[in-house]
């Protein structure tokens, strides 16, 4: 009896110890199946589908905890995946902190200095020609009446040797622009000749002149000296040094500005119809596209309807990489066309050397890695950029209770300056989407004056 009893035991505790392990088995399947759905499922399906197995059937405290850091893992993939589409994460939004930080993220400044040298250089050539310095004795002679701008009428032109000096400073200021030389200084010079020039006349008014006015004003507030500059060889600290995220993002946003404003301007019948250009298809340019259709399709679906849907949606396709690409193609041959089709100045070149600025930021260096020996010390730098005091590193913001302050301490890594220059951006960013809309100031301006 004594040997029955401990074989029954024996065999209730294998049977105990069996189902255990079933039960363990059973438990590890169910959570390499909720793992597996947790990859798949969307968020918000996951938390219901969560919720139903929950509520169903009771789980311990390690299925928790082994679901919560499964939920971390989701999130962290899904924020790294959008941080490789879009270059940030939806956690650089989640405060004011987070988002003047990102902002001021370090970035190469190679490509923002080679802009910024072919901006300059683009505005030596365009202020003898289409600013009019090489007949100033046509457009500024002695009693001239001109049509004013609304809100400044006040503004007169200087006679005519004081407005020669006006252009000359303008010029320089360009040419220290291009050549990064003694740089703020160059930009003031460029930028407050440069619109009141441009605000002396409105019958002078276009929409090239008018960006070009907006890009100096940007730049003047830029660090866009840091690399293949004068002030870089004249100070180290200057010299391949880091430039803040935001400067890319007010050039970006104002060319995809650019493009956007010119598509939807486009959607009113004249244009959709093909009445607004119907001569243009004439030109010799469009002889390739007649190989296959008539000249009246020329006119509609190439000039008019590709016009309408590359300005549309080239502000889109160079802000990701998977289409740049083929935006860059097709940009780059529609200025090239502008070029020769209408007298425009440097315009189409200017859109050209901004679209650079939408790829990568370090563009530049491995072409110039490839350069031959002879032109190496007249090449920029290649190596990469040091630390500068304009940016807030991830350095300076790992380890605190968030990302714009430091554990038991209130100072934020980022300067009263940087917030405000990030209060700036925002502010000038909205504004440039509304003023598009703003007739009716200057509508009710001209009402009240006449």
């Not at 004003?217 to 004068?230: I, P």
């Not at 243009?280 to 296959?292: E, I, R």
């Not at 509609?300 to 590709?306: A, F, N, P, R, S």
């Not at 350095?395 to 714009?404: K, V």
Request: proline share 5%.
């Amino acid at each position: 009896e004594r040997q029955e009893k401990g074989v029954r035991g024996e065999r209730q505790r294998r049977g105990e110890r069996q189902e255990k392990g079933e039960r363990r088995e059973a438990e590890e399947r169910r959570g390499s199946w909720l793992a597996a759905r947790v990859r798949a499922a969307a968020p918000g399906q996951l938390e219901m589908r969560r919720a139903g197995v929950d509520s169903a059937e009771p789980v311990g405290q390690p299925q928790q905890a082994r679901g919560s850091d499964e939920k971390e893992a989701m999130m962290e993939q899904n924020e790294s995946k959008m941080k490789r589409i879009f270059g940030f994460e939806l956690l650089d939004f989640r405060s004011w902190h987070r988002f003047v930080c990102l902002l001021h993220r370090p970035t190469d400044p190679a490509s923002l200095g080679v802009f910024r040298l072919l901006f300059g250089l683009l505005m030596t050539i365009d202020i003898p020609q289409e600013r009019g310095l090489s007949s100033l004795d046509h457009r500024y002679f002695d009693d001239l009446v001109v049509c004013r701008f609304p809100l400044f009428n006040f503004l007169k032109p200087l006679p005519l040797d004081w407005m020669y000096m006006v252009f000359v400073v303008m010029w320089l200021g360009a040419v220290g622009i291009m050549l990064g030389c003694c740089y703020r200084l160059s930009c003031l010079m460029f930028s407050i000749t440069y619109w009141y020039n441009f605000l002396l006349d409105k019958t002078s008014w276009n929409n090239h002149s008018y960006l070009y006015g907006l890009i100096g004003f940007q730049l003047t507030f830029m660090d866009a000296n840091r690399y293949w500059s004068v002030d870089g060889l004249r100070n180290a600290k200057k010299r391949n040094a880091d430039v803040p995220l935001w400067n890319y993002t007010l050039l970006r946003t104002q060319i995809f500005i650019v493009y956007f404003i010119a598509g939807v301007k486009k959607l009113d019948a004249d244009w959709v119809e093909g009445y607004s250009m119907n001569q243009l298809a004439g030109h010799w340019l469009f002889h390739p596209f007649k190989l296959l259709l008539s000249e009246e399709l020329v006119n509609l679906l190439v000039v008019h309807g590709g016009g309408l849907v590359l300005d549309l949606t080239a502000g889109y396709l160079l802000f990701f990489n998977s289409t740049r690409p083929i935006a860059l193609i097709f940009v780059s041959y529609f200025h090239c066309m502008n070029s020769q089709l209408f007298n425009i100045g440097m315009f189409p070149y200017t859109m050209l050397a901004t679209s650079p600025l939408f790829c990568c930021p370090d563009w530049p260096r491995p072409i110039i890695r490839r350069f031959p020996a002879f032109l190496k010390h007249l090449s920029p730098l290649t190596e990469a950029p040091g630390r500068s005091a304009s940016c807030v590193y991830p350095s300076d913001t790992q380890g605190g209770e968030g990302i714009g302050q430091q554990p038991g301490s209130s100072r934020a890594p980022h300067t009263r300056r940087q917030q405000l220059g990030a209060a700036f951006l925002v502010l000038y960013i909205a504004e440039q989407f509304f003023l598009p809309y703003s007739h009716f100031i200057t509508q009710v301006s001209e009402e009240r004056a006449g």
